[in-house]
């Protein structure tokens, strides 16, 4: 399987990029992501009895080619066990009632969906670098769920080291011991005197100085890394299975949306085959997303435009995944993508109803998509129902992926909604729906009065760059 840039490009100097280049590389160097020239297909048969981590080995080794058999099957079995997702499940489906389900995939270390994709990864990233005798240092910004699923990945990997920058004082306590009680020599938090969006920015401003970078062997792992994405594949397939009773029935799934990363697995799997009705989009009031699956008009907003919300997750003006969707709804056409992607930066937005993109909205109105939106105060009262229905406790995203999802449920079509993290990742929400603290997993209670490990800096590349040299030269 080889890769190319959505924008037409090379990676890491390759016209048709191997995965274990794009596994290392993230961004290609036109700014384009990442795609497997072709969708292998699925043998439903085959697959519906495997467990977990077969039925993983089985998808993946069809994404990459360029790691032997068994090294691959090492890496997936060490990956995906019991010890570190709960259950020999991994992603168990729970039934609220007949036809409606909740796909668990937030049973993993820090307790929501991107330990799935985070734990390969660092496991991939172990191995190929170990073989290239290469070394890296992640640079991450996060302002919560990202960067402690990637430490929990990437703590005591030989060849990493992790420098992650959070808003000093800006996250909930629990988020904050969950990154901070960490003490494994490899990870290092940067606790920032400013807000996610001078993390972000510090990041791409170090990332920016090629010197430097070159120098430091910089990397990133964010959700623009394709493995990422080819890891959530995975539950989609398991899901199914759980769900259905023979290969050919139709499922519909809903999924909350940030980044687009989730759900564009959903929609990678169906091209592979499953059987997927409707792709059923979730955003929360920042539904850029909702708007462009009604209406055809994508017009992504600027950060001041960025409400915070109860689902903070979700809480993204620019969905980068969505650029690997669009890519395949211009018929994998580059030079149109380049021109959309113009038209972005020059008017802020595109209109796909527009007629010269008549075959692009069709594609984008038969690939299965729906989206609707939803509210603080729905948020709540969906928290609040399925509490009273079904004795089920559910999380703020969640929340709004059962909301949506239930707009758009049908008599005889089973309904999975994607459960992406634990409620008690977010507490003050579930005790405003509800009136009760979540329970926490045994390893989680107490935790904010461990010892934590952090350094604060000044809102300054500079200093962040100081911070590295120092633990680096
Ligand atoms: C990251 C995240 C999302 C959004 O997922 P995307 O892949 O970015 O669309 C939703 N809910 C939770 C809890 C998350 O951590």
Known sequence: MRYLSTRGGAIGGQEAASFSTVLLEGLAADGGLSMPEAY?????????????PA??????????????????????????????????????????????????????????????????????????????????????ATSGDTGS??????????GIKVFMLSPHKRMSAFQQAQMYALDDPNIF???????????????????????FKQQYQLGAVN?????RVMAQIVYYFKGYFAVTRKN???????????????????????????????????????????????????????????????????????????ERYLFDCVGRNSTVLRELWAQLTQQGGFDLTEPRYQKCWQRVQASGFVSGRSTHADRLQTIRDIYQRYGVMIDPHTADGVKVGREYREVGVPLLCVETALPAKFAATIEEALGQTPPRPEVYVGIEQRP??????????????AFMRGQLD
Request: with cysteine; glycine share 8%; aromatic share 8%.
């Open 149 to 158: 699923s990637a430490e929990y990945a990437m703590r005591g990997k030989r």
């Open 248 to 322: 050919g029935d139709p499922l519909d799934v809903a999924v909350p949306s940030g980044n687009f990363g989730n759900i564009l697995a959903a929609y990678i799997a169906k091209q592979m085959g499953l059987p997927l009705r409707r792709l059923i989009l979730a955003t929360n009031e920042n539904d850029v997303l909702d708007e462009f699956f009604k209406s055809g008009r994508y017009r992504p907003r600027s950060p001041e435009e960025t409400h915070a919300t109860s689902s903070p997750s979700m809480d993204i003006s620019k969905a980068s995944n969505f």
């Open 223 to 227: 959700s623009i890394n394709w493995a």
């Open 55 to 140: 039925l993983c080995f089985e998808i993946v080794s069809r994404f990459v080619d360029d790691i032997p058999r068994d090294a691959l099957k090492t890496i997936i079995a060490k990956t995906y066990t019991p010890e570190h997702f709960g259950s020999a499940d991994i992603t168990p489906v729970r039934e609220l009632e007949p036809g409606l389900s909740l796909l668990c995939v937030s049973n993993g270390p820090t307790l929501a969906f991107k330990d799935i994709a985070l734990q390969l990864l660092g496991n991939l990233f172990e191995y190929v670098l170990g073989r290239e005798g290469r070394a890296i240092n992640i640079l991450g």
């Open 189 to 211: 938090n940067l606790a920032v005197e400013g807000t996610f969006d001078c993390c972000q920015d510090i990041v791409k401003e170090v990332g920016g100085d090629a010197s």
């Open 452 to 465: 934590q490990h952090y350094t604060v800096l000044p809102a300054d590349a500079e200093a962040v760059k």
């Open 40 to 52: 292998p297909q699925a043998d439903l048969d085959a697959w519906r009895v495997l467990s977990y």
